[in-house]
């Protein structure tokens, strides 16, 4: 069993900064990839970014050059650090991964920019 958890969403200003975390427990040894997606009401998820074991990352068009994805293996944690944040980036943030075949999902945290 995977277990993801999410942190670091609030209330920021456009402009402003925010870093998410999504620590990461249970079996995921043949984990080779983590991701972040963001949703809001009535709109599919959206892709945002992945990060590799091996550190290659990519990114959605639209967070590129204002979001950085980042991992420690050793801690089993993923980073967002996302910057120039603007009123359309309000969305719930989930983390991803797939484990021998199986999508997991944390539970969100809500990210809201205000004009």
């Known amino acids: 069993q995977v277990h993801l958890v999410e942190s670091g969403g609030g209330l920021v200003q456009a402009g402003g900064s925010l870093r998410l975390s999504c620590a990461a427990s249970?079996?995921?040894?043949?984990?080779?990839?983590m991701a972040w997606y963001r949703q809001v009401p009535g709109k599919q998820r959206e892709f945002v970014a992945t990060?590799?074991?091996?550190?290659?990352?990519k990114y959605g068009d639209s967070v590129k050059g204002r979001f950085t994805i980042s991992s420690d293996n050793a801690k089993n944690t993923m980073y967002l650090q996302m910057s120039n944040l603007k009123p359309e980036d309000t969305a719930v943030y989930y983390c991803n991964l797939v484990h021998l075949g199986v999508p997991y999902w944390g539970q969100g945290t809500q990210v809201t920019v205000s004009s």
């Open positions: 990060i590799t074991t091996g550190g290659s990352t």
């Open positions: 249970g079996s995921i040894f043949s984990v080779n990839a």
